[in-house]
């Protein structure tokens, strides 16, 4: 049984420079999102994808940010011209429920980014 | 808007006691969830339990337990017989109901959670 899976674990850039993260959710998990944790916080919510659509994007995802999610299996999240701030862990997260009451999220190990 | 307070930002317990993590939460949505994860230092998330805001009986997950108050609005964690690997951070979140039938959590802040020998 395979959780959500998540590449890279560490990623150190300079600033100005693109990064791209991958999320592999849970096989039958139709339902995905992406999160941001800061140091010292719990996570924010960034975006969620059902099967290959993104339907909602947080006000926290500047035009920097990019997601996709092709064929409604694994999702890329780009980061472009990485600044300092951007410097945080990266979780995905997973689930199925096809009458959305009870859904539970699963996370991934998440990708955490140093931008110096 | 909704909103969840962990006001403990660290416990210490000893080994195989039984600690209580506290959390409240604020919302007008009559139907809500809500959700403990487990944070060790490698940074997964790791799911506990939930909690549904019309569950008549308190949520178990053996040594987890949700103490509901829904009067009062807290969801506190109950972990008994406490192990050295249960040593995290501790989040308390809720769902949030987007449109479409979806949902998004709404995290607190933690709590960190050290268990002595």
């Known amino acids: 049984d395979t959780g959500v899976s998540q590449n890279p674990r560490h990623k150190i850039t300079k600033r100005g420079q693109n990064v791209t993260f991958r999320c592999d959710p849970i096989?039958?998990?139709?339902?995905l999102y992406w999160y941001r944790q800061t140091l010292g916080q719990g996570p924010e919510f960034l975006t969620y994808?059902?099967?290959?659509?993104?339907?909602?994007k947080s006000r926290l995802l500047s035009d920097r940010f990019s997601a996709e999610r092709p064929k409604g299996s694994f999702s890329t999240l780009e980061i472009q011209r990485t600044e300092q701030g951007d410097s945080a862990m990266y979780l995905c997260?997973?689930?199925?429920?096809?009458?959305?009451?009870?859904?539970?999220?699963?996370f991934g190990p998440g990708t955490r980014l140093l931008v110096l | 808007a909704q909103k969840i307070t962990q006001t403990q930002p660290g416990m210490f317990v000893q080994e195989k006691e039984a600690v209580t993590l506290d959390c409240t939460y604020d919302?007008?949505?009559?139907?809500?969830?809500l959700f403990w994860y487990k944070q060790p230092s490698s940074g997964e998330m790791i799911f506990l339990i939930y909690q549904g805001s019309y569950d008549q009986q308190n949520a178990t997950e053996g040594r987890y337990s949700l103490n509901f108050q829904k009067a009062r609005k807290s969801a506190n964690l109950v972990i008994s017989a406490s192990q050295l690997g249960d040593s995290a951070m501790y989040f308390c979140?809720?769902?949030?109901?987007?449109?479409?039938?979806?949902?998004?959590?709404?995290f607190g802040a933690g709590t960190r959670l050290a268990v002595h020998p």
């Open positions: 997260a997973s689930s199925f429920n096809p009458t959305g009451a009870g859904e539970t999220q699963y």
């Open positions: 979140a809720m769902r949030e109901a987007l449109s479409g039938g979806y949902n998004k959590l709404i």
């Open positions: 994808f059902q099967n290959e659509a993104q339907l909602e």
């Open positions: 096989s039958e998990h139709n339902r």
């Open positions: 919302t007008s949505d009559p139907s809500y969830g």
